[in-house]
């Protein structure tokens, strides 16, 4: 009989762990760093920019030219074409700790650098 109730004892662990997981808020998501960079005279301005390692971020690339320019990244991997005198957003994966250049691939003397501490 005792098999039967440790069993029993057992089985209502489970169903309580269970139950207590289930309850438990979810995880929350990382928030991601807003990094602000705008280009203007074909120009990144500024033209070196800092972030946290291993938090996710949202560039907000506005772009204050009469013309298309393409942000891009190798290191990043991301590219995404902003219009002119418009504004486009970029989340990036959380990064390790390094230097990551980025350009505007309609014009590649223009460049920038994101440095991730």
């Keep these: ?18 139950a ?9 998501a990382q928030e991601a760093r807003e990094i602000v960079i705008t280009y ?22 506005k772009n204050l030219d009469a013309q298309p320019m393409e942000f891009e990244s190798t290191s990043l991997r991301v590219e995404k074409v902003v219009t002119g005198n ?13 230097s990551y250049e980025f350009f505007d691939d309609f014009n590649n003397s223009s460049r920038g650098k994101l440095n991730v501490q």
Excluded: D
């Excluded at 039967?4 to 269970?18: D, K, M, N």
């Excluded at 203007?40 to 690339?61: C, D, E, H, I, M």
């Excluded at 970029?90 to 990064?95: A, D, G, Q, T, Y």
């Design 20 to 28: 207590l997981v289930m309850l438990a808020p979810p995880a929350r």
């Design 40 to 61: 203007k005279g074909k120009q990144f301005q500024p033209p070196q920019v800092s972030a946290p390692a291993n938090t996710p971020l949202r560039l907000r690339v």
């Design 86 to 98: 418009g504004e486009g957003t970029i989340n990036v994966r959380p990064l390790a700790p390094g």
């Design 1 to 18: 009989m005792s098999s039967s109730r440790e069993s029993a004892g057992s089985g209502l662990l489970v169903a309580a762990f269970v």
